[in-house]
């Protein structure tokens, strides 16, 4: 228990318990000693009286004078504390007495005690006997002539018994314990008072000691210990206040230095902004340069392929549209991190069935996984899923292409299973695997491993980083286990859903694809060469197309031409309008206030795809698909 006191009751308890035994001690000691002092001095005043009384009563009783005795016990009975005074004969008999016994006088004077202490329901009484001697006498012998001591002399000629109150002494003695008493108690105030002014002085500072430590654990690293005293007490507030102030100059140390390194973050931070505005407007730009051409050729080539050709004009014109689909490719995936960059990208959900998702997205990555020589398979029991069919697709494309281009040999399976209401898609492959190390790594942006020299078959490494945004834009969750050499395995887990009652995506109004029968069409763009291949390729597909190089010049041309079906617009048109503007002017006309457009663009800085979605206007990309564009004016006019 003791072990649980503070510091305080400690102390308290050191300096109280010892100066109270002392107390203790030193009252009982002097109480002891005072007793038996009077104790001792009514017993040598009892034994004085009956000494005297015994002397003075051996004439008397030597003569037989009664009279005498009596006197001389009337006498000693008015003595302090004497209560009862006999003159006993020799033979027992009673001489003379005063007062009144506690007892009976029974017995001879061998039988008697000289001291007896008595005690009745009067009281305590203190009896003393002595021998009344005679005197010791000396007689001349008649017959020898010399002196003789009286043979009589040692038979005492009777006792005088004393009875001594001890009343008196009881009192006295009663007084005395309760001085020491008093005494005790006066010692113990003020020990405890005394004991308690220790443990203060102790205590005190040890507990600022502990209160500026607790303050300054909490924070207060300006509180500080009042010096006082000294020894270890002052030892001990010195230290504190001297850990208080080296820990005050470390805080200010520390606050200075992580001041200095957000100063520091926070111009590294603006400057990889800067960076990454810069490297933004730089991929813009050159998307938008390398697309311009590219959109050209795209058209051309789709056109060339629908004239008559031998088959050795047809491999080339196949390999040529190849190379512009793979060149397409890596710019689509610079324009899907822009548009990802933006926000414009809005999940569209809805229910579709997975088995046939994933049946089109394998048959599209077949003929790549054969001229690699690897095994494809897919494993679907019939389900179905709700996302935005289109962003999914992408998702499970892009790890598709991933795993074939990282897997020298081997098989690549996309698989699906339910768990519970949810349905987990994997695409696994037994390529070279990836080093725990580099999981988080590879889906950031342009990060390709084993390709430093950057090879063209192996893309610009966006793939993953745009699979990583996509799933956390549709709220999925992405999980990748791998293991160097043995492959890997990526997972997206989306939620289940119920067939629907009536399939959604009914095509049975669909419009065939074909020639548009004389389709008035007005085509604007500032760039020669995608001019000419937009309006031969329109050209081809029956359209009657009205060409113009910028807004005002097609302004001009339309109050000239019949009324048009279909607008078809590149966002910069090197004059002061943009398409956007064409089209809102266009739209301004009388009777074409509904007029479906199509706006074609090789920019993909974030702003500009904001822009355009905000304006509602249908988006193509460069290089724009021939059949991409032709499905796109299909739906417009069959909507229309």
Same mark, same amino acid.
């Given at each position: ?52 009384l015994a002397a003075a009563s051996e004439y008397a009783i030597f003569s037989g004078d009664r009279e005498t ?68 006498l000396l007689t001349e012998d008649v017959f020898s002539g010399g002196l003789v001591q009286d043979a009589l ?327 990748? /286990?791998?293991? *160097? =050499?043995? !492959?890997?395995?990526? #997972? %997206?887990?989306?939620? +289940?859903?119920?067939? &629907?009652?009536?399939? $959604? ?81 266009? /739209?301004?006309? *009388? =009777?074409? !206030?509904?007029?479906? #457009? %199509?706006?074609?663009? +090789?920019?993909?800085? &974030?702003?500009?795809? $904001? ?30």
């Amino acid at each position: 228990m003791i072990s649980d006191w503070g510091v305080r009751a400690r102390v308290t308890f050191v300096a109280f318990v010892p100066m109270l035994v002392v107390a203790a001690v030193l009252t009982a000691t002097h109480t002891g000693l005072r007793l038996s002092e009077l104790d001792e001095a009514l017993r040598a005043r009892a034994q004085a009286h009956a000494r005297q009384l015994a002397a003075a009563s051996e004439y008397a009783i030597f003569s037989g004078d009664r009279e005498t005795l009596g006197q001389l016990a009337d006498a000693l009975i008015l003595e302090d504390d004497v209560a009862a005074v006999a003159i006993l004969g020799a033979d027992g008999s009673t001489l003379a007495s005063a007062g009144r016994f506690a007892a009976t006088l029974a017995g001879t004077v061998p039988d008697l005690a000289r001291t007896q202490a008595l005690e009745t329901a009067q009281g305590r009484w203190l009896r003393i006997v002595e021998p009344i001697q005679p005197s010791h006498l000396l007689t001349e012998d008649v017959f020898s002539g010399g002196l003789v001591q009286d043979a009589l002399a040692h038979a005492p000629l009777g006792q005088l018994v004393l009875d001594i109150s001890l009343a008196r002494l009881e009192q006295r003695r009663g007084e005395l314990l309760r001085i020491a008493a008093g005494w005790m108690l006066i010692a113990a105030v003020g020990s405890l008072l005394l004991a308690r002014r220790m443990s203060r002085s102790v205590s005190g500072p040890i507990r600022d000691a502990a209160d500026a430590v607790l303050s300054i654990g909490q924070g207060n690293l300006q509180r500080r210990v009042r010096v006082a005293g000294g020894g270890s007490l002052r030892a001990l507030a010195e230290g504190v206040n001297e850990m208080a102030e080296r820990l005050e100059d470390a805080h200010a140390s520390m606050a200075r230095r992580i001041e200095e390194a957000t100063a520091e973050l926070r111009a590294r931070k603006d400057e990889a902004e800067r960076a990454n505005l810069a490297k933004s407007r730089f991929l813009a730009a050159a998307s938008h340069d390398l697309r311009q051409p590219l959109h050209a050729l795209g058209l051309f080539l789709s056109e060339l392929a629908q004239q008559p050709l031998d088959e050795r004009s047809r491999q080339l014109t196949g390999r040529l549209v190849a190379s512009t689909d793979a060149m397409e490719g890596l710019l689509d995936s610079l324009l899907d991190i822009s548009r990802l960059d933006a926000g414009v990208l809005t999940p569209e959900l809805a229910v579709f069935d997975m088995h046939a998702k994933l049946e089109h997205i394998v048959a599209a990555q077949n003929s790549a996984a054969a001229a690699r020589g690897l095994t494809l398979r897919l494993r679907c029991p019939p389900c179905w899923a709700h996302s935005d069919p289109l962003l999914f697709e992408r998702v499970v494309a892009n790890l598709l292409s991933n795993a074939i281009r990282y897997t020298p040999q081997g098989v690549v399976m996309v698989a699906c299973r339910r768990r519970g209401d949810r349905l987990r898609i994997e695409v696994r492959d037994s390529g070279l695997g990836i080093a725990p190390e580099d999981q988080q790594v590879i889906f950031q942006e342009f990060v390709q491993l084993g390709n430093a020299e950057r090879a063209r078959d192996k893309g610009l490494g966006l793939g993953l980083a745009i699979v990583r945004r996509l799933v956390d834009l549709l709220g999925h969750r992405l999980e990748l /286990r791998s293991t *160097p =050499g043995r !492959g890997s395995v990526f #997972a %997206v887990e989306l939620p +289940g859903a119920a067939p &629907p009652i009536a399939p $959604a995506g009914d095509r049975g109004e669909a419009l065939a694809l074909g020639h548009f029968g004389d389709l008035q069409v007005l085509l604007a763009d500032d760039d020669d060469l995608a001019l000419s291949a937009m309006s031969s390729l329109l050209g081809a597909w029956g359209c009657d197309v009205l060409c113009a190089h910028g807004a005002d010049t097609l302004l001009a041309l339309l109050d000239r031409a019949p009324a048009p079906d279909l607008l078809i617009s590149d966002l910069r048109l090197g004059g002061e309008a943009d398409g956007l503007q064409l089209i809102e002017r266009v /739209r301004a006309r *009388p =009777g074409l !206030g509904a007029l479906p #457009a %199509v706006l074609i663009s +090789g920019d993909i800085a &974030p702003a500009t795809l $904001a822009h355009v979605q905000a304006a509602g206007v249908q988006l193509l990309h460069k290089p724009v698909r021939p059949a991409r564009l032709r499905a796109l004016m299909h739906r417009l006019l069959a909507a229309q």
